[in-house]
C-alpha cells in the first residue's frame, strides 16, 4: 500500500543519495508527535543499495516550542 515513506524509499532506491524529511503520527493515547527522519543507503561495492539505515528523532517538544 502506499504512503509518503514508500515514495521517499523509492526515490532514494534510484538517486542512492541521504534524504531528510519530517513527518507525524499519533502515539497510542492520541497524542500527536513529530519527527525527523534520515535515511542513508549503504552500498556494495558494486554501487547498489545494500541495506537502508533509518534514524528518527522526536522533535515534537520543539514543533511545540514553535522551533523549526
Partial sequence: FYTPHNERLTEL???KEKT?????????NG????VVRSVTPNLDHN???KEIVVIDT???DLREEGVD
Fill in 20 to 28: 531528510m524529511y519530517y513527518w507525524s503520527g499519533l502515539k497510542k
Fill in 58 to 60: 522526536d522533535i515534537t
Fill in 31 to 34: 497524542d500527536p508527535y513529530w
Fill in 47 to 49: 554501487g547498489e543499495v
Fill in 13 to 15: 532506491l534510484h538517486t
